[in-house]
């Protein structure tokens, strides 16, 4: 399917791995002109040479996203795009009482406010020439709440009513808000976490898959999964705004007893 994107210009952050990553390959795939940012350092640099290896018109910003002061960098520097993808961002798992203030503030300046600030830079510069499309990257855990991960769980749902809010406006404008709720996605990052996890409980790492039999499907789904569902997203097909997706193979429509 030609989805029509070659020529245009797209900002992803988080992007030196990842759902990130994929993304930006994607985008690549379809030619697309990708903007990388992430925080400086040799991840970032192997991914804009990856890219850069295919031909890809490919640019990397090292950048700590959780300094406002970086994200205006951020903005000043890159300039107009078409397409934005608010990806950057990790909160750690706890309950209330095992979440620090540091902890939650730390997080949510660059998962919460970092999108925030992106999207009203660019939400700005797109009104005026009347075109673009803004994808969040939020997580399933705006859905379904977790008290075990109390502080993602109310940062998402944040993220997708901002989505929800401003997706219903943006088509006066002819722009195109949208969120994508990832269920479980197998990067480094999962393996790292489900490690961790599995040193927790058994104290052994190599456990870490013994969940995935009760996954949707029996496994986790692969990044270029999610990076397609993106790139239609980003796409003049996609005639979507102010919702959210889903893409957790239904784990959130199973009945509990699953």
């Known amino acids: 399917m030609d989805l029509k994107l070659t020529g245009r210009k797209a900002l992803i952050t988080g992007a030196s791995r990842g ?3 994929a993304v930006a390959e994607r985008f690549a795939a379809e030619g697309v002109a990708v903007r990388l940012a992430s925080r400086p350092g040799e991840r970032l640099d192997k991914a804009e040479a990856t890219l850069r290896a295919v031909g890809a018109d490919v640019e990397a910003f090292g950048l700590d996203l959780s300094d406002p002061a970086q994200r205006a960098e951020l903005v000043e520097r890159c300039g107009d795009i078409d397409i934005l993808v608010n990806n950057a961002g990790a909160i750690p798992s706890g309950t209330i009482d095992e979440i620090s203030d540091k902890t939650w ?3 949510w300046e660059l998962k919460v406010f970092g999108f925030i600030d992106l999207t009203r830079a660019y939400f700005e510069r797109m009104k005026q020439k009347k075109s ?3 994808i969040n990257i939020i997580g399933a855990a705006g859905e379904r709440p977790d008290y075990n991960f109390i502080s993602g769980s109310a940062a998402n749902a944040a993220l997708m009513a901002i989505t929800q809010a401003l997706g219903g406006t943006s088509p006066d404008f ?3 808000v ?3 709720n990832p269920g479980a996605v197998l990067t480094e990052r999962t ?3 489900g490690k961790r996890r599995s040193m927790r409980l058994y104290g052994v790492e190599d456990r870490w898959q013994e969940r995935f039999p009760t996954m949707p499907f029996g496994r986790p789904q692969r990044p270029d999964q999610i990076s397609a569902l993106v790139a239609f997203l980003a796409s003049d097909l996609a005639y979507i705004s102010g919702t959210t997706v889903s893409a957790d193979g239904g784990a959130i ?4 007893s699953h």
């Open 191 to 193: 393996a790292e976490q």
């Open 253 to 256: 429509a199973r009945n509990q």
């Open 178 to 180: 949208v969120g994508v």
């Open 174 to 176: 002819q722009i195109r």
């Open 19 to 21: 759902i990130g990553f």
């Open 105 to 107: 503030r730390d997080t």
């Open 132 to 134: 673009g499309v803004i």
